[in-house]
């Protein structure tokens, strides 16, 4: 298995007042044994691939699009984000699917985009919580892993995060028996099995090492608490 990863997902938060916590969580971690990875807005992205130059520390996007260039007011490439200094790109996070009404098939579009430009991509899936209360768990997420990953996805290029909706932002976890049973699912069902599976979901320092012992977790994709340098750093210790 590769090291593990602890990514940050700032969402739209972050100013250049918040450098700041990019600083101390550096000097925080200053030769992690791990993958530590912050997607911040994508205003943030090249004043902080100037601040973490010659530091371990890896930058990411929240999103691209399927194409490289053209007539997309609004939108960025992964080829941009590539310039700007990201070596990742989330798609196919659930906020996206809810608010941008984001298919399978196009996080899957733009997975290829993301491959094509030499990014990481971090492909998304997990469960409403009318979805498992109807007992379809497994069936979404391995809907949404099937849908949405290239064929040609390895290791190299793809990441998978199990992100409960119904988790999110929420203080909520799911027991770590059902994080257990979804990623055990997952392991079996990657194109590639040393695909990294990351844990996200109201990931705390108090219940990330509880997280991480499970067998097929290798890290967590962590929102509100990336956003402390504190917090960040003390879920990173839990790797
Ligand atoms: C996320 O949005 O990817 C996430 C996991 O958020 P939080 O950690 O705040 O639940």
């Known amino acids: 298995m590769p090291c593990k990863l602890a990514a940050g ?43 973490a130059d010659g530091s371990r520390l890896l ?13 997309h007011t609004g939108d960025i490439s992964a080829a941009m984000l590539a310039d700007a200094g990201a070596r990742h790109v989330i798609l196919g996070h659930s906020e996206r699917r809810a608010d941008h009404g984001e298919s399978s098939d196009l996080v899957a579009a733009k997975a290829r985009a993301a491959h094509d430009a030499g990014l990481t991509a971090i492909i998304c899936v997990g469960e ?5 209360d109807a007992g379809r768990t497994l069936d979404v997420v391995l809907g949404q892993l099937r849908d949405s990953t290239p064929k040609a996805a390895t290791a190299a290029n793809t990441v998978i995060a199990y992100e409960p909706v119904w988790a999110i932002g929420t203080g909520r976890t799911p027991t770590l028996a059902q994080i257990a049973e979804v990623h055990d699912a997952l392991r079996a069902a990657v194109p590639d099995a040393e695909i990294s599976l990351l844990y996200g979901g109201s990931v705390k320092p108090g219940n990330a090492a509880d997280i991480f012992a499970l067998a097929n977790v290798d890290g967590a994709l962590v929102g509100g608490a990336s956003l402390k340098a504190a917090d960040f750093s003390a879920i990173i210790a839990a790797l």
């Open 128 to 132: 409403t919580e009318a979805e498992r």
């Open 59 to 71: 930058l990411g996007g929240q999103d691209c699009h399927t194409g490289q260039s053209g007539a």
């Open 9 to 51: 997902n700032w969402k739209m938060n972050g100013l250049r007042a918040d450098l700041e916590e990019l600083r101390a969580l550096i000097a925080a971690q200053p030769e992690p044994d791990c993958g530590v990875l912050i997607c911040p807005p994508a205003t943030l992205l090249a004043p902080m691939a100037a601040i």
